[in-house]
């Protein structure tokens, strides 16, 4: 298994982005996929995460801005962010849940205010 995150930048506040994790390696069925993002001096903390079965979990602080989807058939996991602030910037990082847990090398997202 090897996760690529992909999509992170520099952006305004109030603006947008769109976060992808793909496997390149060897296809898993996980039974979760999702996204977590560390912020400077701060421990990392889950943004939010999508079931093999379609069922989605955000924490309070991106709920109503971010949204979460996959393809877990083809291991593929998408973060659309929205409207967002300087206190979301962060590294994000994506993380598969089977047997195991995997780590995406992660993706840092950069929120000028």
């Known amino acids: 298994v090897q996760l690529q995150a992909s999509g992170g930048g520099l952006v305004q506040s109030g603006g947008f982005l769109r976060l992808s994790c793909v496997n390149s390696g060897i296809i898993f069925r996980f039974n979760v996929m999702g996204w977590y993002r560390q912020a400077p001096g701060k421990q990392r903390e889950l943004v939010a995460d999508?079931?093999?079965?379609?069922?989605?979990n955000y924490a309070d602080s991106v709920k109503g801005r971010f949204t979460i989807s996959g393809d877990n058939a083809k291991n593929i996991v998408w973060l659309q962010m929205s409207s967002l602030k300087s206190e979301d910037t962060a590294v994000y990082y994506c993380?598969?849940?089977?047997?195991?847990?995997?780590w995406g090398q992660g993706t840092e997202v950069t929120v000028s205010s």
């Open positions: 993380r598969a849940a089977g047997a195991r847990n995997y």
């Open positions: 999508i079931t093999s079965g379609g069922i989605t």
